[in-house]
């Protein structure tokens, strides 16, 4: 059975249709990459399923249920987390109270925080665990605003492993940093998440990474799905490749 299964999702912004009678479905255990050009509709079918965007139709079902009209927090209660393209980080708080914000909101407490926040020892100290996890113990105490942009972007896929997702959307893990740097910050996600048991969809435009940290890859095109199946499937069809980079591969 399929953890996550859209049915016909659906979300035009006026004449733009960004996601088209959707039909995706994620296999528990998997790393699913999802690919396709700018604009495919890639960010938005996330959105969609994680609750920031309303569909205009269309059916998302999580476990068997059906959440399309549950709130984000109760889309993250049942277990679906994402980061973010831009990360989405609170620049002006240190990596480690951003992750603690993350488990408190987890943990229903976010509202009383600051007033709390040293009360709750256990949560500090999973919080650095979490850190730890990520390779950024040595950044604790720093501003997540003063860390370099590969750690802001472990960072922010950090705060998102911190709750205790079943399944994590990343968008797009390593944009933004150098290629040297993208095959570190996917080693780490991916030791995690197999480790962990997490099922991860990743949505990437660097193909080595999609074919080297994937088990199976969708391809998104216009606001539909283009094509699915095995990176080796993928690899071979004309009409993804030719969609991604004009021409067929060699
Ligand atoms: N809030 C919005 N209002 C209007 N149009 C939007 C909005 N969000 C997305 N779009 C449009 O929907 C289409 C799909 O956008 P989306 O961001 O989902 O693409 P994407 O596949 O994530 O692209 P990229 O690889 O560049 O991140 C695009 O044409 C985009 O301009
Ligand atoms: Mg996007």
Redesign the pocket.
Known sequence: MSLLLTTKLTKH?GE?R?VDGVDFAVREGQVLALI?S???????LVNLISGLLRADSGQIQFRGVDVTAESVHGRIRAGIARSF?LVNLFDQLTCLDNVALSIFAREGKARKLFSLARRYRGIWEEAAEVLHRFGLDGKARMLAGGIAQGERKLLDVAVAYALHPRLLFLDEPTSGVSTREKAPIMDTISSIVRSQGITAVIIE?DMDIVFNYSDRIVC?HQGTILAEGTPDEIRRNESVTTTLIGTPAS
Not at 38 to 43: H, I, R, V
């Open positions: 912004f733009n960004a396709g700018n604009g495919a509709g890639k960010t938005s393209q435009h998104m």
